[in-house]
Each structure stands twice: as C-alpha cells, then as structure tokens.
C-alpha cells in the first residue's frame, strides 16, 4: 500500500473511531475493514470508502430505518467480533461456506466471484481439471506445482481451498490479498491464487504487464456460493432487514447498475 493511501486510512480510522459502544434500539453496529480489496471496497487517497460494498452499504443503512454505526478493523477480526456481540454485521467480500456457516448467518448474496491463478507469462506450466474424489466436481489438478510456491490471503476461502486440494504444495498465506501481489512481483512465490475481480485491476496496469491468468478455478464448494452480508447465528431481525433491501435492489435493478459500475464500466 502506498504512503499517502496508508495515511489515509489511518485518518479515516481516527475518525471513525474504532471502539463502538454497545448497541441499542434503532441503532445497527457495521463491522468494515480499512483493507483495500477493490472494486468491493478501499478507503481512498481522500479518506473516503468507496468501492461496490461501499455504496450499496451506504444505500443499505439508508434505506433501514435504524442508523449504522460504523467499527473499523483488521478483516481476520469481523467475523469474531460479530460473534462476541461487538457488531451486528458485516461486510468484507464474504463469501458463504459451509463452515463460515457453523458461525454466522448470511444474506442474500449480493455478488458472484471467481477465483484464479496467476503466474509470469513466461511460465511455460499448462494446468487442467480433474474430478473431485466425491465426483461431484472439478477441481485444478496440481500437477506442474511441485517445487512452486502458491501465496494465498489468510482465512479466504482460496486459503481454505489451497489447504484441502493442494495440501502437498508449498504455500504462503498473508493478511492482506495486495501483500499476494507484493510477494509475487517480488518473485517470493510463484503464483497468486485470488479472486480474478480483485486481481484483473493489476493485471491490466502496467505493473502486471509480465503476468497472466494461468487458469481459471472450477466452482467448488470449497469456494463459496457467492459474497454476502453476515449476522450472528440466529439474529433474524437483522438479517431480515437486510434481505429485504438487497431483494428490492436486486428487483429494481439498482445492484446490476452497482456492479456494472464498479466491476465493468472503470476498466
């Protein structure tokens, strides 16, 4: 991350104060993180949050009748302190899992991700598909990693799929998906496996000249069923309020226009 974008967040944290207190009638406690995974989200130069996740939340505390309350912290730490009761929910590019299940409860997915690898275009490594040992699906064949190192952001869902299918391979896991990128233009490891929407924006600059999607990730189960909003287990007031809003702006079309907005129309 830049200086100046590094300042800003850190003004933007002072302001927002990170401790909130406990929550009360009318009032919903948003739990965000000042970690910049564009185009779902990133607080700017200016010290503004921006991004997919930040205008549709924007909206969403709009359109509820209760006031958000806004607690910024690390992205590893949301989900905890939604289950300690120091936030209502949270938002982050979640995606739902089946173990994040176990946990919390999710909304209406807002938004469909796909995950990549990603290496130098002079790598000369092919990969493909193979069935999964249930048969219910595809997974990337591991052949060719050997040897290689394969970084990952930690407690992503790609973390939480290198760990199952490529448990025999070298990887590298990092707070931050940018500090991925970080490592792999510094020639620390030799893949990044992330989500393409996060990753095309480097791709496409001049940066990410001498890289390349090297293969698409088959949907896996591993991987999610889609990025959503996440409430403490059994909260149904809260994630009822939000359900209803996202199922009017998918009606409407007002979340088409925002991902369009966002994933499409700044390339």
């Not at 496409?204 to 090297?214: C, L, R």
Request: glycine content about 8%.
């Amino acid at each position: 991350m830049k200086f100046s974008k590094m300042l800003a967040t850190a003004l933007f944290l002072v302001a927002f104060t990170l401790m909130v207190p406990p929550g009360h009638a009318g009032t919903l406690r948003l739990g965000m993180t000042p970690e910049p995974y564009m185009p779902f989200t990133q607080i700017n130069a200016a010290g503004v949050w921006e991004g997919l996740e930040a205008e549709l939340t924007n909206l969403l505390c709009e359109k509820l009748t209760d006031d958000c309350e806004r607690s910024m912290m690390a992205w590893e730490g949301l989900i905890p302190s939604l289950t300690e009761n120091k936030i209502d929910f949270i938002v982050g590019a979640f995606s739902v899992t089946d173990k994040r299940r176990e946990v919390v409860d999710f909304s209406i997915p807002y938004y469909n991700e796909t995950t990549v690898l990603v290496g130098m275009k002079s790598d000369k490594n092919t990969f493909s598909d193979k069935p999964t040992a249930d048969g219910k699906g595809q997974i990337v064949d591991a052949k060719g990693l050997d040897g290689k190192i394969i970084g990952v952001q930690n407690a992503s869902v790609q973390s939480a799929y290198a760990k199952v299918y490529f448990s025999e391979i070298d990887t590298k896991s990092y707070t931050a998906a940018d500090n991925v990128i970080a490592d792999l233009t510094a020639g620390r490891i030799d893949y990044a496996l992330l989500t393409q929407e996060f990753i095309q924006p480097f791709l496409d600059s001049k940066d990410g000249t001498d890289y390349e999607i090297k293969h698409q990730v088959p949907g896996n189960v591993a991987l999610g069923e889609g990025i959503a909003y996440a409430v403490r287990k059994g909260d149904h007031e809260t994630l009822d309020k939000i359900n209803a809003v996202l199922s009017e702006l998918s009606q409407n079309g007002t979340m088409e226009a925002m991902v369009q907005k966002w994933f499409f129309d700044k390339k």
